[in-house]
């Protein structure tokens, strides 16, 4: 059932605990191609669970997950990407011990040699590094060879999501990419996601900044004690009125603990 | 260097003078330890010039050949963030086994069936302490330790406490023991065999994705996981080749000695190959290490054993020296981890 104007994601009621803790109460979300999707919430309200899901890195207790418009239960992170779904995570998944090149090519490497004896084709890596940072503009690294560990905050998200820009894949799940950086690096980073977004790249952005959020993003998804409790065009809502709905939830449940004061969808 | 896009340096991390030293000297770990070789060999040679002898010579190189091997291996453990301390045990328990299968009072086999039924065994011990240790989630450190005192029990029945002749005939003993008409540089087969899979170890951490994936395990497990990299069968993977090159040194020493003891090696080679490898410039924090650095480092260990019982110093103050040498390259080996996390060290 795959249609041309599908989405590039849906997911309907997905559901995830881990252990006596739920962390995805009834999840039902879409991301259009094309499109960048803000989603925000506080912490523990989901976010990251949700974005592990959507990456095969964990699997949904209940619920269904359509890629392009095609129903699939994603196996495993290979198997996402095999999708052209790929993750930026908030730890970034680099090895600091390891050159840019070797981490920009992590379980992707680049090999030669003959039948089962083959070895890393570390110039070549080298090169096709160098160029698609080029290509997205880092302009501050020195080397590919440079060990992660040397390199900002700002220059290893930026390497991070160039590894998953570079790898092919056309969804994009970035999770708190501005977390613990600085203001000029956190704009280099809109810049770059504003830049992938022109080149037709899907994406959804988890972030705590409503402000960054809105002045990226096409659409908002609120995600409160695991449920989308609104979904918003960004240029219909602001930061204000974001920010209201998370205090209000918070004074909801200050008085009513356990209960979810949810502003239900606009759509 | 080849560099990309560098019209900006980055001035806040640019390192001090004295840093950029300290980081040159630090990257260059092999080389630093070599020197550290050369000039306890030169120091020892002038000492005494029995130091500087072929026997001598030989006889470095055969104590340090298996200790190397077993070093080899720790290092791809200890880079991918694991430990086994029963390798020492592993050591003794392979030769039994060859005993067990191939001796003439025993099942007579010929000796090669001997020879991998021991390679088999020591790589099922290693994959029950990576299995152990990866999917039961029993720290190695203990797996090992538990490990440690099972085996030898094994080794222990297999000899029934005593010990015994290596099989194994002429040919078998040119090709894994000594050479006593020809030296080649005046060492023995189980040198040869040690460098050779030292390199072939080494070959694989930098220049394969087995490699690359057992720096990566060590160096950020969450993310190397998250990248993909099957970690558990990397770990797993490694406890295997760890055990493999162990039981193989067992071997390749019994063979040199034509006796099997069923106490050899145990705690002691398997500290001094941690050791030797701690002083090459291997993390004990994962993530970064180098098997050829290991084979130098375990040099330095025995010649400086050696060069103390040449010059007349006691057992007692090499065990002494040997200790403040090893806690001298442990805190270097914490704070350079630790530095280059700040990345101060370039």
Known sequence: MSAPGAPAIRVENLAKSFGAVTALVDVSMHLDRGECLGLIGDNGAGKSTLVKILSGFQRPDSGQIFVNGEEIGLRSVDHARSLGIDTVYQDLALIPTLSVAHNMFLNRELTG??????????????????????????????????????????????IAIARSVHSGARILLLDEPLAAMGAKEGEMILDLIRDLKASGHSMIVVA??????????????????????LDALSSETSAEELTDLVAAEYRAAKKKPGGDNGNDSQR | M????????????RAGF?????????????ASILVVAVLLSVYFSLENEAFYSSD???????????????????????????????????????????????????????????MIAALVVSGCVGLTNG?????LRVPSFITTLGMLFLLNGITLHLLAGTQVFMPGGETFQKIFGSQPDAYAFFF????????????????????????????????????????????????????????????????LDSTRITTIVPLQGGPDIMFLAVAG???????????????????IGVAVLIILRTGFSIIGVSAFTFELILGIAIIASMIVNVQVARLRNLGRLQ
């Open chain 2, 18 to 30: 004295g840093w950029r030293v300290a980081g040159a000297f630090i990257r260059r770990r092999e």
């Open chain 2, 277 to 295: 490898a701690v002083i090459g410039g291997t993390s004990l924090f994962g993530g970064s290490g180098s098997v050829i650095g290991a084979f």
């Open chain 2, 56 to 114: 001598n010579a030989k006889n470095i190189a055969e104590t340090m050949a298996p200790i190397a091997l077993i070093a080899a291996g720790e290092v791809m453990l200890l880079i991918c963030g694991e430990i086994d301390l029963a390798v020492g045990r592993v050591y003794a328990l392979a030769p039994a086994i060859v005993y067990v299968v191939s001796s003439e009072e025993q099942h007579g086999y010929p000796i090669w069936v001997g």
């Open chain 1, 113 to 158: 040699g003959l039948g089962p004896f083959r070895w890393l084709a570390n110039a070549e890596m080298r090169r096709r590094a160098r160029e698609s940072i080029e290509e997205i503009g880092i302009r501050t690294l020195r080397s590919v060879r440079a060990e992660v560990a040397m390199l900002s905050g700002g220059q290893r998200q930026a």
């Open chain 2, 188 to 251: 023995n087969s189980t040198f040869w065999w040690a460098l050779g899979l030292v390199l072939a170890v080494q070959f694989v951490l930098t220049w394969t994705r087995w490699g690359l994936h057992t720096i990566a395990t060590g160096g950020n497990l969450i993310g190397a996981a998250e990248a993909g990299v099957n970690v558990r069968w990397i770990k797993i993977g490694n406890f295997i080749l760890a055990n493999l090159l162990a039981g193989f040194a067992g071997i």
């Open chain 2, 131 to 135: 299995v152990i240790t990866t999917f």
């Open chain 1, 208 to 229: 705590h900044n409503f402000v960054h959020v809105l002045e990226v993003c096409d659409r908002v998804n609120l995600l409160q004690h695991g449920r989308i409790t």
């Open chain 2, 2 to 13: 080849a560099t990309a896009g560098a019209e900006v340096p980055t001035p806040e991390r």
